[in-house]
């Protein structure tokens, strides 16, 4: 039974630091490609950033230069380390699979969803 586990995250000023963790079970984590993706209220669940087993990443342009995704595969977790936060990145921020080919990188899942952690940025 695939298991994810987001936690990290809070409310903070804009312009601070949140680093959130994802903690999977009942997949080959070591395998996968794997994803960070955030949904705010009203909009469709977005890819912000993606690592392959190998640790190549991939990050969308309203990200990229602010977040660092990475993993440690002995303890099957995946990270997100977010800089320069602003009010836009408030959203539920969850992780699940990520298909890489290429240069292009796909949403995808592993059948479920965890429950996401809430990251709100306001002054």
């Known amino acids: 039974q695939v298991q994810l586990v987001e936690s990290g995250g809070g409310l903070v000023q804009p312009g601070g630091s949140l680093r959130l963790s994802c903690a999977a079970s009942g997949i080959i984590f070591r395998a996968s490609d794997m994803g960070w993706y955030r949904q705010a209220p009203g909009k469709q669940r977005e890819l912000v950033a993606g690592i392959t087993p190998g640790g190549s990443t991939n990050y969308a342009d309203s990200v990229k230069g602010r977040f660092t995704i990475s993993r440690d595969n002995a303890k099957n977790t995946v990270y997100l380390q977010m800089n320069s936060l602003k009010p836009e990145d408030t959203a539920g921020y969850y992780c699940?699979?990520?298909?890489?080919?290429?240069?292009?990188?796909?949403?995808?899942?592993?059948?479920?969803w965890g429950q996401g952690t809430q990251v709100t940025v306001s002054s």
């Open positions: 699940n699979r990520a298909i890489n080919i290429g240069s292009t990188w796909l949403g995808a899942d592993f059948g479920s």
